[in-house]
Every structure is written in C-alpha cells, then in structure tokens.
C-alpha cells in the first residue's frame, strides 16, 4: 500500500518513512526543495522504487497536493513550521500550518480516491496550559491560552509561543474541516498529539545549533547551565522511533479512526532527568562535560498526560527516559 508523508525530511518524519519502508509500503514524501530531496535519496535510496520524493515548494496554496494523493492509499501529515526563517510575524508559524493543513485535506477530498486514512501531526501543545498544581490532561482538553497570548503580543510573541498558538489553531482547522465534510470523505482522520519528542535524528548534523528544534531545545534544557526554578519544570517526553510507530499503526488500526490520540511515554522534571543521567553517565559530570543542575532540589511532577488511549487503540510500548535520554545523549557525544 501506499503512503504520502509531508515534510518527508523532517526530524520525526525521517523515522517515520524509515519504519514505513522497512514495513513494506511505499513511501512519497514531500519536500521544500530537490537538496532536501537529494538528502533523503542518501538514506533512502536503498529501498529503490519503492521511495521517491517531490517537491511542494508552498503547501499553503491551493491544489499544492492534488496531483500527489491521487494514487496513495493513506497520507500522513507532518509539515509544519517548527523554526521558520522569519520568526517575527505570528503569521509565518500560523499560516503554513493552518493553510497547509486545510490544502492537503481538500485535495484528498477532492482527489484522494484510494485515500482510507488521513493522519495529521497535532502536539500537546493543542492541548497542555500553564499549571500550578498536580494536573492531568487527556484528549479532552484543549489549551487556548497559547493561542490567546499569542494574539495579544502579536510580533512580539517569541518563537515558541508562536509555534504552540500555531498547533492549536491547526488542529482545530482540521477537526473543524472533518466535521463539515464528514459525510461526502471517504476516509477517516487520527490526529496524533505527541509530547517533546526526543532521542536519535536521522537528519544530519554536525554542529550544535544546526540540530533540529526539539533537540536544540533538549540539549539546552538537559545540559545546559539552568536556574532552580528552571529545572524543578515538569516535562513530558517520548522517542522520536515511537512517534513514527505510532504514526504507522495509526493508518492501520481501523479503531483510530475519528480520534485525537496523546503520543507521551512520561513525565519528568529536568533535574531528575539530570539526576538519572548522573547515575548512569557519572564520566560526563565528574570530567566537568555536563552541568550537574542542583542535585539537593525536590522537584515534583505538576503536568501529567493520560496517554492510555494511545496504548489502547496503537498499542504502542514507550521506551523509557533512560533509553530515550541515553540514545539522545550519545549523538551529541558523537558530534562532539
Ligand atoms: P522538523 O523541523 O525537523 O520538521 C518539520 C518539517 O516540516 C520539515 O520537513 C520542514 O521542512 C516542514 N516545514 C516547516 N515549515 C514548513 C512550511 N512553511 N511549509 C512546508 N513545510 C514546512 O520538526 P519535527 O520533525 O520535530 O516536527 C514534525 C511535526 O511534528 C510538526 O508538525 C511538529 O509540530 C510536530 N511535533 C513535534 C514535536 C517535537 O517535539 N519535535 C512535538 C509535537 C509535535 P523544511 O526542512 O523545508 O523546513
């Protein structure tokens, strides 16, 4: 069967093609530029005619993806501004996202005969708020006040609350789009709302800094000199290689069809992420690598997800933060 993947070189997309392929099914990803498409023959080329790439240079206009989703059986959506070139304009997250969204499920609409299933990559960040006390959020829930923020700093809003507004708003495009076309569609949708995604890329880099976003992130909060209160946070993580399963059994189990799903292993906070990472690599702390934080500090977990419907329905297993962290760790050892 076939399967149109969005964003084909993106950091979770990449273990999402690689698992695809090793699975047996063909794989068109769509990418920005042909180097970006060139780069994915490297990884991918091995696998022949059962690979290919193409180029959708803007996904938010109309008809972008017509001709693509004529043939393919499933499509898997993850494009989305991560970290724009401009990140001053709001509209430059929240554009590409809602529009792209929107353009990609009017074309399977309109020409996705063999489409059954639509998967589309939503994040927590839909659905988490600011907390004070112990809370847990499922898929119920939805967190406007990003989305809210966002409008009133407009450009003064920085990046990542951009982003956050950006998925909410996306999310709700597609939900909204599904409900009105429901009945004429002759697929389903799963939208899948992944935590901070974390553990070996298959993108290339070489240098700090050129890594992808969430990972840039990690490190900076994980090894990185941090206040108290900085790293008392509560975080929720899961492995890049689980989020691509993921998104694999979600074209294939009938029972996900119409559902938002959590894509969340656990939580942690960052000096216990710290802590673990002491006990298993006490090299990289005593040889003065990483920043131990403040070991004496108690931190206590406030922001859980129920991510119990994802095992339900995707039976997905989680790695754990240790394998997850470790994996994530060693490729910045790797490059130095
Ligand atoms: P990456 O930045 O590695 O990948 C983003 C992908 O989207 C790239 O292929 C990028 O293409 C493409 N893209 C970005 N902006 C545009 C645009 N304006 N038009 C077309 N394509 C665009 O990030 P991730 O792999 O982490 O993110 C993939 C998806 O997962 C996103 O939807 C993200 O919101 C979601 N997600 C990620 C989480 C995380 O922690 N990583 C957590 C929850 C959700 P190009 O290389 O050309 O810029």
């Known amino acids: 069967s076939r399967v149109l993947v969005t964003g084909a070189n993106g950091y979770v997309a990449m273990w ?66 991560v970290s724009p070139e401009s990140q001053e304009d709001p509209q430059e997250y929240i554009r590409p996202a809602v529009q792209g969204t929107v353009s990609i499920l009017t074309s399977a609409m309109k020409f996705g005969t063999n489409v059954k299933r639509v998967v589309v990559t939503s994040s927590v960040a839909a659905l988490s708020r600011t907390v004070t006390g112990l809370t847990i959020l499922d898929e119920k829930d939805w967190g406007d006040e990003f989305v809210k923020a966002a409008e009133e700093l407009g450009t003064k809003a920085d990046g990542i609350l951009k982003y956050l507004a950006s998925k909410n708003l996306s999310e709700r495009a597609t939900w909204e789009f599904y409900a009105k076309h429901k009945a004429k569609l002759g697929w389903d949708l799963v ?21 992808t976003l969430s990972l840039q992130r990690w490190y900076n909060f994980a090894c990185q000199d941090q206040d108290d209160d900085f790293l008392k946070t509560t975080y929720n993580y899961v492995d890049v290689r689980d989020v691509a399963a993921a998104h694999v059994e979600a074209i294939k189990k009938e029972a996900a069809g119409g ?56 039976g997905i297993k989680y790695k754990s933060l240790e394998e997850s962290t470790l994996a994530t760790l060693a490729e910045y050892e790797t490059r130095g």
């Open 16 to 81: 999402l093609v690689r698992v695809l392929l090793e699975q047996g099914y063909f794989v068109r990803g769509t990418v920005r530029s042909e180097s970006k498409g060139k780069q994915l023959d490297e990884h991918f080329g091995s696998y022949g005619n059962k690979f290919e790439w193409v180029v959708v240079n803007d996904i938010t206009k109309e008809g972008a993806f017509d001709e693509f989703v004529m043939d393919v059986d499933a499509i898997e959506h993850t494009a989305s501004p």
């Open 191 to 211: 939208v899948l709302n992944p935590s901070h995604v974390i553990g070996p890329p298959l993108q290339d880099f070489r240098n700090l800094g050129e890594e």
């Open 259 to 314: 559902e938002r799903i959590i894509i969340s292993a656990d939580s942690s906070t960052w000096q216990d992420t710290r802590n673990m990472m002491f006990s298993l690599r006490p090299d990289l702390y005593t040889s003065g690598v990483l920043p131990r934080g403040n070991a004496e500090l108690t931190s206590e977990i406030l922001l859980v997800l129920n991510s119990q419907k994802a095992q339900k329905i995707l």
